[in-house]
């Protein structure tokens, strides 16, 4: 089942963002300042799928995080085009509904589940 945070860092003047994890999913939404949803993101098995209310969207591998030219350290991880299928797989739809069923508004749900009818076939 997804958890919702509820101390989520807000950036000033970027709208309002809400996110949950669990599952093996983590759910990020995005909101401007008249909490109108403008996109979302779906990380599962170190990919990301993300998709704007403008249309826009992709599905990425989520890079490791480890710098592995400088043996410095660490580093944040970052999306990377490459490594990850054009389409997110369409078991990913029934994942989320699962997951979501008892945390998510479901006008947020249906929004969502939509978009992956879509994107995954």
Known sequence: MLREFKYVK??????????WGGDG???????DAEERLTGF???YLERALTWKTSGYWSHVTVGSGI?????????????QANGAPT???FS?????E???EASVAE???SVVTGVLQIIAR
């Open 25 to 31: 999913l983590e759910f990020t939404a995005w909101y």
């Open 10 to 19: 807000q950036e000033p003047g970027a709208g309002k963002r809400r996110w």
């Open 67 to 79: 710098n592995e030219t400088q043996s410095r350290g660490y580093s944040s991880p970052i999306l």
């Open 92 to 96: 990913l739809l029934s994942q989320f």
């Open 87 to 89: 389409r997110p797989p």
């Open 41 to 43: 993101q779906l990380c």
């Open 98 to 100: 699962k997951a979501s």
């Open 107 to 109: 006008q947020l749900r």
